[in-house]
T-cell receptor, first 109, second 114 residues
Framework: EDQVTQSPEALRLQEGESSSLNCSYT??????LFWYRQDPGKGPEFLFT???AGEEKEKERLKATLTKKESFLHITAPKPEDSATYLC??????????FGPGTRLSVLP | GAGVSQTPSNKVTEKGKYVELRCDPI?????LYWYRQSLGQGPEFLIY????????DSGLPNDRFFAVRPEGSVSTLKIQRTERGDSAVYLC????????????FGPGTRLTVL
């Protein structure tokens, strides 16, 4: 069965303290890996799509990378407004996405 | 330039009642998805439409759940004989086509079954 896990479950950082979130996946085939940000009470907001191992994408303080078994979301010098739940999802050539449980990030001023 | 919209934003009902949740996708998006999200969990797939037809309904938990998209745009998720375990946030997403396309999500409907 295809599975997506994320670690840590929750992460507290001081403003400016860089870190990484992990998304590990076990799927029969990977067409794409997606990162989303979700704020409380809102739907997930698209951040990145990664298609192949070695690929990297950047947006402001975020950089996503992909290997054959996992993806990392690196957060450089985070600000309090980066606080959210970060979800990853895989497109396994099926008709839908398989989501991980998310990492709740809190950035303290 | 509207995104995906969902109504109502909140729905409180009693056990055993029938509810309908509505999703308006982004104009021109042919694929529409329903997910259910429980507290502290990622979205869980329920059903996917390509146009008017349900291409994959393997995520529907049982026959109390049903969804339609009669004109290939707006979709309605219908839940019969609601149970307390149905309480969750129901998310709708749309994408331009199927396959390797990002899905754009609505704000969700929070369903509470008392």
């Amino acid at each position: 069965e295809d599975q997506v896990t994320q670690s840590p479950e929750a992460l507290r950082l001081q403003e400016g303290e860089s870190s990484s979130l992990n998304c590990s996946y076990t799927v029969s085939g990977l067409r794409g890996l997606f990162w989303y940000r979700q704020d409380p009470g809102k739907g997930p907001e698209f951040l990145f799509t990664l298609y192949s191992a070695g690929e990297e994408k950047e947006k402001e303080r975020l950089k996503a990378t992909l290997t054959k078994k996992e993806s990392f979301l690196h957060i450089t010098a985070p600000k309090p407004e980066d606080s959210a739940t970060y979800l990853c999802a895989v497109d396994n050539y099926g008709q839908n996405f398989v989501f991980g449980p998310g990492t709740r990030l809190s950035v303290l001023p | 330039g509207a995104g995906v919209s969902q109504t109502p934003s909140n729905k409180v009902t009693e056990k055993g009642k029938y509810v309908e949740l509505r999703c308006d996708p982004i104009s021109g998006h042919t694929a529409l998805y329903w997910y259910r999200q429980s507290l502290g969990q990622g979205p869980e797939f329920l059903i996917y439409f390509q146009g008017t037809g349900a291409a994959d309904d393997s995520g529907l938990p049982n026959d109390r759940f049903f969804a339609v998209r009669p004109e290939g745009s707006v979709s309605t998720l219908k839940i019969q004989r609601t149970e307390r375990g149905d309480s969750a946030v129901y998310l709708c997403a749309s994408s331009l086509t199927t396959g390797n396309n990002e899905q754009f999500f609505g704000p969700g409907t929070r369903l509470t079954v008392l």
